[in-house]
């Protein structure tokens, strides 16, 4: 089994800064893209950040040139820079992962159980 854990999470005003992190453990052979989701009350879970193996992340309009994903592949950790904070940026905060357990075996999906973030105006 394969686990990811948020953390960073928490209240800050509006102009603020965050930092999440997003460590994945257990059985892992290797770990392909990671995400960073988030889902509002009332509203649907959407991307906000998408990070592959290398390369370049991919942002949603709504966040770009404010946020900034990074990862340490080394420590299977994910991190999302979070920076001008808007009110609109409250929901709670998933990270996703695609792995391999073992050698052959077939890419899945695993999720975090979220952390929170509440921005004040």
């Known amino acids: 089994q394969v686990q990811l854990v948020e953390s960073g999470g928490g209240l800050v005003q509006a102009g603020g800064s965050l930092r999440l992190s997003c460590a994945a453990s257990?059985?892992?052979?290797?770990?392909?893209?990671m995400g960073w989701y988030r889902q509002a009350p009332g509203k649907q879970r959407e991307l906000v950040a998408v990070?592959?193996?290398?390369?370049?992340?991919n942002y949603a309009d709504s966040v770009k040139g404010r946020f900034i994903s990074s990862r340490d592949n080394a420590k299977n950790t994910v991190y999302l820079q979070m920076n001008s904070l808007k009110p609109e940026d409250t929901a709670t905060y998933y990270c996703e992962a695609t792995v391999r357990e073992r050698r052959g075996s077939i890419w899945r999906d695993y999720w975090g159980r979220g952390t929170q973030v509440t921005v004040s105006s």
């Open positions: 990070m592959p193996i290398s390369g370049n992340s």
């Open positions: 257990g059985s892992i052979f290797s770990i392909g893209a």
